[in-house]
């Protein structure tokens, strides 16, 4: 791996992890305006990219209509995870559910490609699940202590757990497009953010009503989450042009864990014991997922390997 691999993941750990704490601070201040940041952070995106495409963006190496399915996907799983902040879900079980989407891109993929995942694969998935529905039961108990209404709460896991799908079928759109008309992150990022703007419209008296009560303080919070998330958005895009949505979806899973330790460390969340070990299935099973067991083993029979054909020139 290179130099410039190891940035690129560094970009997305930094850019995505400085969004995440910032919009949760957001939300602890105010929780109606998740819709507000998305709608600016799309803007700014959407700019930015028709600044550097220049004419180029009226004649996509993509044709439009092939974005139709990506676009429609990934503003419904935007919208749809902003919704989950006003069902009162805890921050904590939001990361933790959303971490299982490793497991989700590998069913979605093993069902639209006809390729079985590896054995180890398979394991995996079963214990991040498990991970997952412990952490589910202990947020039950998060809800309860903050008096939140069980049937959001409800809704609210059902929604992140349907978005797990259709984020994995975003990935998998994404990869692709990259596959059938090639690489063109930049472009992609452009129309993914720029076409769905119209659809904020529909929300515009509650936007306009955001922007003029928004106090000075939470602005600047805006101000440095939407830079944050244009290089997380960047990076991630840039990524997905090197790595499969799967291995791409394993780095992002990373992501959120440390995103859960930093919100963990400066909230105080209330961690329960059945989030920790929740928590502990999901690493593992991310262990067994990507088989890092087969790596350990190689390097013994490379060594005898190299030894016996050290013997064999001696030998001649």
Request: proline share 3%.
């Amino acid at each position: 791996m290179t130099m410039s691999y190891f940035k690129n993941i560094a970009k997305v750990f930094m850019g995505c992890c400085v969004s995440s704490f910032l919009m949760e601070i957001m939300m602890e201040k105010a929780s109606n305006t998740a819709n507000f940041v998305t709608f600016l952070q799309f803007f700014f995106i959407s700019l930015q990219g028709g600044i550097t495409l220049k004419s180029r963006m009226f004649t996509p190496r993509i044709p439009l209509k092939e974005y139709f399915i990506l676009i429609s996907l990934f503003f419904i799983t935007s919208v749809a995870n902003n919704y989950v902040y006003a069902l009162h879900v805890p921050s904590t079980l939001h990361m933790i559910i959303r971490s299982a989407s490793s497991p989700a891109s590998m069913l979605v993929s093993w069902y639209a490609k006809k390729q079985r995942p590896r054995t180890t694969a398979l394991i995996g998935s079963v214990i991040i699940s498990i991970g997952v529905a412990l952490a589910m039961y202990g947020g039950a108990t998060v809800v309860e202590q903050r008096k939140g209404n069980f049937l959001q709460w409800c809704l609210g896991v059902t929604i992140l757990l349907a978005m797990l799908i259709v984020g994995a079928l975003t990935g998998l759109q994404q990869e692709v497009l990259f596959r059938k008309f090639g690489k063109h992150p930049v472009e992609m990022l452009f129309y993914t953010h720029m076409v769905p703007l119209p659809l904020f419209l529909g929300i515009y008296p509650q936007l306009k009503g955001i922007a003029t009560s928004l106090p000075s303080t939470l602005w600047l919070i805006l101000s440095i989450n939407i830079i944050s998330q244009f290089y997380c958005t960047h990076s991630v895009h840039e990524l997905a042009t090197r790595e499969t949505s799967t291995t791409v979806t394993f780095i992002l899973t990373l992501r959120k864990f440390v995103s859960l330790m930093i919100s963990t460390i400066v909230f105080k969340n209330n961690l329960t014991v059945l989030h920790v070990i929740g928590t502990v299935f999901v690493v593992a099973g991310t262990y067994f997922y990507f088989d890092f067991f087969a790596g350990r083993n190689q390097q013994p029979v490379s060594y005898k390997a190299s030894k016996a054909q050290s013997n064999l020139k001696k030998g001649n």
